[in-house]
C-alpha cells in the first residue's frame, strides 16, 4: 500500500513541477465552474419565464369575452414545458426540439422556441454546458496531464530499476492511476455541488447520485486509458498520439458516425413528405367547417333517428357542433396515429445511435446523462403527448358548448348582421373548460430503470480498460 501512496503522491509532485498539470486542472475547473453557474442562471431565468407565461396563457384564455365557441377553438392556447432541476448540467435534447407548443382545434403544432433553431450558424457551437465539457474536454484535459505517467518512467530507465528492485508493477500503476482519477476528480467537484443544487431544487437524492455516479464511472474508465495507452507505449510521443487519437475517435468520430447510421438505416419521412401523407387522408373524413359536407351524412342519420325528428333544425342540439366534436375526433385519432408513427422512426433512430455506446464510452455517458437527468427524447415525446391530450380536452369541451348552449338557427344566421352576430355568442363562462399543464419529469425510478442499460454499457467499458491494463502489465514484465 505504501507503494501506491509514494506512486500517487510522486505523480502529484511531478505536476507541482511542471506546471502543466497545475494549469490543465485549473483551466478544466474553472471551465466546469463557469459552464455550471451560467447554465444554472440561465434554467432557473427559463424555468420562472415559462411558469409566468404558462400563467399567462391559461388567464388570458379564460379572461376572453363573450364569442361564437369556434372563435375559442382557433384563439387557442400555450403549454411550455418546464426545465428539470439536472438541465443545469445536461440540457439533453431540450435545446433542439423546443419548449413550447400552440394548441388549437383541428391541427398538432410543433413544439417552438427550441435555442439551436434560432441560433445563428456561429452561435450553434458557443453552447458550453457543463455535460459538453464534462463528456468531451475533460478527457482531452486527463489525457494531455496523464500520457507521460508510464512513459516518463521508461524514458529515464527508472522503470527498470524499479522492477529488478522488486518494486510491484500493479502497485506503481495503480497509484498512478489514482492520482490520474484525482486530477479528473477534481474537474468533477462542479459537477457534485450542481447535482446537489439540483436535489434542493425537488430532484430526486437517488437521481443526483446516480446521475454523479455515472460520471465519475466515466473518469475512471478515461484515466485507464490514459494509464494503459502509456503503459503500451515506448516513449511520450507515441503516447500523446495514441491517447488523441483514441480522443478523436471515440468522442467525436464515433458519436457522429452513430447519428449518420441511425439515419441511414431507420429513415424517417420527410416534413414535406409527411404533410401532404396528411393531409391526402384528412380530405377523406371531410370538412368539420361544412355540416353539408357528405362526410357527416352518417351522423346526420344517426342524430335524426336518436331523436326521433325529421330535420336537423328540429334537433335540440346544434347540429353544426355536433359536427364539429365528431369531426375533431376523428381528425385526433388520424393525427395521432401520423404523430406516433414519426415518434416510433425518432425512437428507432435514437435507439440505434445509443448502441454506439458498446464501442465508445462517450455515447453511452451521453445516453446516461440524458436518460436521469430527464431530458431525453422519450421525456419530449411525453410532453407532446400530455399536450395533446390538453388539446383534445378543451377542443372537445368548446365544441360541446357550441353543440348544446349555441342554437343551429343562431349559429346559421350569425354572419346575417350585428344582432345575429350577438345571438352566436355564448357566455364567456364557458370558457372555464382549460385544464391547468404542469410538465413534469419522469418519476425517479423510471429514469433510473432506463439508464440501467447505458450504465451497463460503461460497466462493459470499465471491464474492458482493466484488462488492457493488466496485458499492459505482463507486456512491461
Known amino acids: 500500500m505504501s507503494i501506491i501512496t509514494q506512486a500517487t503522491n510522486d505523480e502529484w509532485r511531478f505536476w507541482h513541477r511542471t506546471k502543466l498539470a497545475t494549469t490543465i486542472i485549473i483551466i478544466g475547473t474553472l471551465l466546469t465552474i463557469f459552464s455550471a ?12 419565464e415559462r411558469e409566468h407565461l404558462q400563467q399567462t396563457a391559461e388567464s388570458h384564455f379564460a379572461e376572453q369575452p363573450d364569442r361564437h365557441p ?35 382545434g383541428h391541427r398538432q403544432n410543433s413544439a417552438m422556441f427550441s435555442d ?55 502497485h506503481l500503476l495503480v497509484g498512478k492511476y489514482l492520482a490520474l482519477v484525482s486530477c479528473g476528480l477534481l474537474m468533477l467537484l462542479p459537477l457534485v455541488i450542481a447535482a446537489l443544487w439540483a436535489s434542493a431544487q425537488g430532484e430526486s437524492l ?4 446516480a446521475f454523479v455516479a455515472g460520471y465519475v464511472l466515466y473518469i475512471l474508465i478515461w484515466s485507464a486509458i490514459v494509464i494503459t495507452v502509456s503503459a503500451l507505449s515506448s516513449k511520450s510521443s507515441a503516447s500523446f498520439a495514441t491517447a488523441v487519437g483514441l480522443w478523436v475517435v471515440l468522442c467525436i468520430l464515433l458519436p457522429r458516425i452513430g447519428s449518420s447510421s441511425a439515419a441511414a438505416i431507420a429513415p424517417s419521412h420527410g416534413k414535406l413528405e409527411a404533410d401532404f401523407a396528411v393531409l391526402e387522408q384528412l380530405r377523406k373524413l371531410g370538412d368539420g367547417h361544412d355540416a353539408a359536407d357528405p362526410a357527416f351524412e352518417q351522423l346526420k342519420k344517426g342524430l335524426l333517428e336518436k331523436y326521433n325528428v325529421s ?21 385526433t385519432d388520424l393525427l395521432n396515429d401520423f404523430a406516433e408513427q ?38 419530449h415525446h411525453r410532453f407532446l403527448r400530455e399536450a395533446e391530450t390538453l388539446r383534445f380536452e378543451f377542443v372537445q369541451s368548446l365544441n360541446q358548448v357550441h353543440q348544446d348552449k349555441l342554437t343551429y338557427a343562431a349559429d346559421m344566421n350569425r354572419l346575417t348582421n350585428q344582432e345575429t352576430s350577438k345571438a352566436s355568442r355564448v357566455d364567456s363562462k364557458n370558457w372555464q373548460v382549460l385544464s391547468e399543464f404542469n410538465f413534469e419529469p419522469d418519476q425517479a425510478t423510471t429514469r433510473l430503470a432506463r ?8 460497466l462493459c467499458w470499465a471491464g474492458l480498460i482493466g484488462f488492457g491494463l493488466r496485458m499492459a502489465v505482463r507486456r512491461i514484465r
Open 206 to 209: 437517488l437521481v443526483s447520485s
Open 37 to 48: 453557474i451560467v447554465n444554472s442562471f440561465s434554467m432557473h431565468d427559463a424555468k420562472h
Open 70 to 104: 369556434h372563435r375559442m377553438v382557433h384563439y387557442g392556447h400555450y403549454v411550455f414545458r418546464s426545465p428539470s432541476p439536472l438541465s443545469i448540467i445536461e440540457p439533453g435534447v431540450d435545446a433542439f426540439t423546443g419548449t413550447s407548443i400552440f394548441l388549437e
Open 311 to 331: 330535420k336537423i333544425e328540429d334537433l335540440p342540439i346544434n347540429f353544426r357542433g355536433a359536427v364539429a366534436k365528431h369531426s375533431e375526433a376523428k381528425l
Open 116 to 170: 439551436q433553431r434560432q441560433a445563428s450558424g456561429m452561435t450553434r457551437f458557443s453552447s458550453l454546458t457543463p455535460s459538453f465539457l464534462l463528456q468531451i474536454l475533460v478527457p482531452l484535459f486527463i489525457i494531455m496531464i496523464g500520457y507521460a505517467s508510464v512513459t516518463r518512467e521508461k524514458e529515464a530507465g527508472t522503470l527498470n530499476i524499479m522492477v529488478t528492485q522488486g518494486v510491484n508493477l500493479w
Open 451 to 458: 439508464s440501467l442499460p447505458y450504465a451497463l454499457q460503461l
Open 342 to 379: 414519426r415518434m416510433q422512426e425518432e425512437l428507432n433512430q435514437a435507439e440505434i445511435a445509443r448502441q454506439f455506446g458498446w464501442l465508445t464510452p462517450a455515447t453511452a455517458i451521453r445516453s446516461f446523462s440524458m436518460m436521469i437527468s430527464g431530458t431525453s427524447l422519450e421525456t
